[in-house]
Structures are given as structure tokens and as C-alpha cells.
């Protein structure tokens, strides 16, 4: 597609509840990534990958988190046993290699925990 | 890891003003970029500028990468202008990379 697309749009989830958020990166784009961001604050790094490889998941806050993109293209983030401080945006970006020509978000996943 | 600081954190302005947000980073980065985030949550490009100075229509991007340093002017503002401006900066460390952002400046800009 045009643009890296976001589903769901919106989420609430029950606490100790588990999630999967879903992007679509732009088509042919080598690199994506997920981002985390809390009310009022700046974006924070999750987690990369080049294709299908996590090459980079030190932002990943806890073990409850988990990403994959196992055939290089679509991405699931997963949060497990959700916590009532993981409610946040979040916001998935894809780039050609080394970002290239700058940086592409989705619209985000808002994520309510209560 | 480098540190993004960016001022003023709030902005308030009439239509029709100008002004310039600044964005600075403590250490050497690959590139920089400059979004707007609408009121709805959508991060926009607005530019990819590693060093020099690029305009697109009322905006304008300046990065000085040797004094660690991006500006962001907004010209004749608008209504539509308002939102929350971030600055990254591109990281790259062994095989990973990634942008680290500053917490933004609000900008909101009065009818």
C-alpha cells in the first residue's frame, strides 16, 4: 500500500488480558520498527527489524513483549498479560535500508489497560 | 545514549506569526528529521535533513551537524499548524538503527 497501515485502531484490553497489534509496512521496505508512546511524551524505540531478522530489541520493556515479522513484511507486536502502565500508543515506522529518504509511522494502536 | 533536546516545549501564537523551534543533540548523528503530529496522533514527515536548509512551502529545516543543532521556522502560521513538532535523530549502532526522539514542542496557534 501507500502508507504503513495500523490495526486495530484502537484497543482496550482487559488487565492481565493478551494483545496482538498488527502493521503493514510499506511494500518493499527493508527495515521496520516499533515505538512506544505514553501520554504527553516523545515516541521511545521498541524494537527493529531488517526483513524478517530482530536485529534490536533492547527498548522492549519487559518479557511480555514480543515482536515478529517472520516473512519480512507484515509485523505483530505482542503484549502479554497486559499491565495498566503498558496503555500507550503504539506506533509502527518502515524504511528502505538505513532510512533512506526518511522514516514512514502508522497511525498507531491506542492501547487502554484496565 | 545521545540525548534530543528540544525548545520551547509549548508555543503558543496569533495566525499569522512566525516561528522557530529548535532541536538540540549531544552527540555526532548519521541523519535528522523533523515530523508533526496532528491532533489525531498521525506522525507527518515534514523533513529529512541531515545538514543545510530545505523549504516546502511556509516551512523551513536547517541542520548545522557540526554544532549539533536543527531549526524548524514556521512562517505566516495557520490554524492547521497546530500539533506537537518532534525532532529525531538517526541512530546507527552495529547492525541495528534507529530514531531517538525528543519529547517535542506543542504548538498551538490561535484564529
Known amino acids: 500500500g501507500a502508507g504503513v497501515s495500523q490495526s486495530p485502531r484502537y484497543k482496550v484490553a482487559k488487565r492481565g488480558q493478551d494483545v496482538a497489534l498488527r502493521c503493514d509496512p510499506i511494500?518493499?521496505?527493508?527495515?521496520l520498527f516499533w515505538y512506544q508512546q505514553a501520554l504527553g511524551q516523545g515516541p521511545e524505540f521498541l524494537t527493529y527489524?531488517?526483513?524478517?531478522?530482530?536485529?534490536?530489541k533492547s527498548g522492549l520493556p519487559s518479557d511480555r513483549f514480543f515482536a515478529e515479522r517472520p516473512e519480512g513484511s507484515v509485523s505483530t507486536l505482542k503484549i502479554q498479560r497486559t499491565q495498566q502502565e503498558d496503555s500507550a500508543v503504539y506506533l509502527c515506522?518502515?524504511?528502505?535500508?538505513?532510512?533512506?529518504?526518511?522514516?514512514?509511522f502508522g497511525s498507531g494502536t491506542r492501547l487502554t489497560v484496565v | 545514549g545521545i540525548q534530543v533536546e528540544q525548545s520551547p516545549p509549548d508555543l503558543i501564537l496569533q495566525e499569522g506569526a512566525n516561528s522557530t523551534l529548535r532541536c538540540n543533540f549531544s552527540?555526532?548523528?548519521?541523519?535528522l528529521q523533523w515530523f508533526h503530529q496532528n491532533p489525531w496522533g498521525q506522525l507527518i514527515n515534514l523533513f529529512y535533513?541531515?545538514?543545510g536548509t530545505k523549504q516546502n512551502g511556509r516551512l523551513s529545516a536547517t541542520t548545522v551537524a557540526t554544532e549539533r543543532y536543527s531549526l524548524l521556522y514556521i512562517s505566516s502560521s495557520q490554524t492547521t499548524d497546530s500539533g506537537v513538532y518532534f525532532c529525531?535523530?538517526?541512530?546507527?549502532?552495529?547492525?541495528?538503527?534507529?530514531?531517538?526522539f525528543g519529547k517535542g514542542t506543542k504548538l498551538t496557534v490561535n484564529p
Open positions: 552527540d555526532s548523528v548519521n541523519n
Open positions: 529525531a535523530v538517526e541512530v546507527f549502532k552495529g547492525g541495528s538503527e534507529k530514531l531517538v
Open positions: 515506522a518502515s524504511s528502505a535500508f538505513r532510512g533512506r529518504h526518511g522514516y514512514t
Open positions: 535533513i541531515p545538514s
Open positions: 527489524f531488517q526483513n524478517e531478522a530482530q536485529l534490536d
Open positions: 511494500s518493499g521496505h527493508v527495515s
